[in-house]
């Protein structure tokens, strides 16, 4: 599923987000982008936050990082980008994200 993502501890309407694709593996689930793959092994708690301007979007701490996602229906990349979120599948991948923090 193709998301946008940013890895640190707050996030804003200057905030610049990534582009990567989450994806689900027998063993956990990643993060991938460009040419880094980011492991979803050991997460610590998943939840939806609202952020005015920005949308809804799952917070995830992964270890010792802060993971903000969301699921794009549009994202055009240039200067700090502009996003139109997919409320419905944001939620689904916070879900997916919220099943694999169980095992």
């Known amino acids: 599923m193709k998301i946008i993502y940013y890895i640190g501890e707050k996030i804003g309407a200057e905030t610049i987000l990534k582009k990567g694709f989450l994806t689900d593996d027998t063993q956990c689930m990643?993060?991938?982008s460009d040419n880094i793959k980011i492991a979803l092994?050991?997460?610590k708690s998943?939840?939806?936050i609202k952020i005015n301007g920005l949308g809804t979007m799952v917070q995830i701490k992964n270890c010792s990082d802060t993971?903000?996602?969301a699921v794009p229906h549009i994202f055009i990349g240039k200067g700090t980008g502009?996003?139109?979120i997919n409320y419905f599948k944001t939620k689904?991948?916070?879900h997916?994200?919220?099943l694999a923090m169980k095992y």
Do not use: H, P, T, W
């Open 92 to 94: 689904k991948a916070g």
């Open 96 to 98: 997916l994200l919220e």
């Open 82 to 84: 502009f996003a139109i």
């Open 46 to 48: 998943v939840v939806f």
């Open 41 to 43: 092994d050991i997460i």
């Open 30 to 32: 990643y993060i991938k």
């Open 67 to 69: 993971i903000f996602l």
